[in-house]
């Protein structure tokens, strides 16, 4: 018979302790003991023991007084627990988009513990002091980062945890990257309105996409207008406040004095409250109005007549951060960029501009 062994109140807080280390329940650095002793329940001079015990095994290193101790987890136990990953989007709507949703079940599948975080890049008061501190207390190993400003991925970037940039500004960075490259298709869905006698032609674009600068696929748009011979103003990429009220206020300033005779929409369900918004002012697709959405959804399949749109495939993204997030894993770095083809595809919501 094996030697029975009685754990001390320390002890049994260290055992504690160590199972939430190695299951990620914290990265970095250490709660402080007081802390610790308020969630646990437990006699604070039983957790500063049961703190040293850790330090004893090589779990925690200090780092002076007053100073959290900082985690340092052998590789070997990191291994048995499945990745962290962390999806941080730019919106709540995203998160329904139907590439999100297959790239969360992907990850799982794979292995991974993947999950979407609560707070978003485009929510009132949100800034990259909220997102330096929403980020510093998550217990992820890797995050993947939808839609990311330039200020933010660039923050990201300057971190030791990996991240992955699913589109976004990322031109420069020292990140992983995939996005699908839309410029090309841009300048054709130009061509072909202007050939339907459309020359006020306006992008509504985030503004993640046209701030501190344009990006590839919105100056591919300006480019190919001057090309075309239309000047090219603040009109035909406005700006706008990236939320509800500042999205409906643009659409009301535009349509007042000299309409545009046609928009292309970023985001689908941007183009579904264009259409919401033409509809009550009496305006018809695509005999008032042509619209083109840059982005495609399966709702889309249902719609008569079909919506001219930009198609690319979501499918190698997917497959490209499953790669990437392995990679992690096993300890390998990959700092890649991946262009997928996107193309324009035409459809019923655009026609010739209406000389009435």
Known sequence: MSAFQVLSPAQQVAAHLSNE???????????????????????????????????????????GAGRRRRIAMPEIVRARRPLR??????DAAARYADYMVR???????????AYFCRSHLVTPGMNLTRVQKVVNQSPADAWVVVSGSREVLEWFSGRPVPTFALFGRTAGLALAAAKPDKAPAYAAAVRHLVSLGHRRIALLARRMRRLPVCGRAEKA???ELERLGVRTSSFNLPDWEDNKNGFHKLLTTLFQVTPPTALIIQ????????????????LRVPHDVSLVCSDNEPGFAWFDPPVS?????????????KGWASDVKNGRVDLRETLTKAEFVEGGTIGPV???
């Open 221 to 223: 748009f300006l480019s």
């Open 103 to 113: 790239l969360q079940q992907t990850l799982v599948k794979a292995g991974h513990d």
């Open 267 to 282: 985001e689908a369900f941007l183009f579904h409250a264009t259409q919401q918004f033409l509809s009550r002012q009496g």
């Open 354 to 356: 209406n000389a009435g």
């Open 309 to 321: 749109h930009i198609h690319w495939d979501s499918q190698p993204l997917i497959r490209r951060i």
């Open 85 to 90: 990953v962390e999806i941080l989007l730019s």
């Open 21 to 63: 280390l190695a299951s990620g329940m914290w990265q970095d650095l250490m709660p402080g003991a007081p802390l610790l002793a308020e969630q646990l329940g437990v006699d604070p001079k039983t957790i500063d023991a049961a703190l040293k015990l850790l330090e004893a095994r090589g779990l925690l290193v200090p780092q």
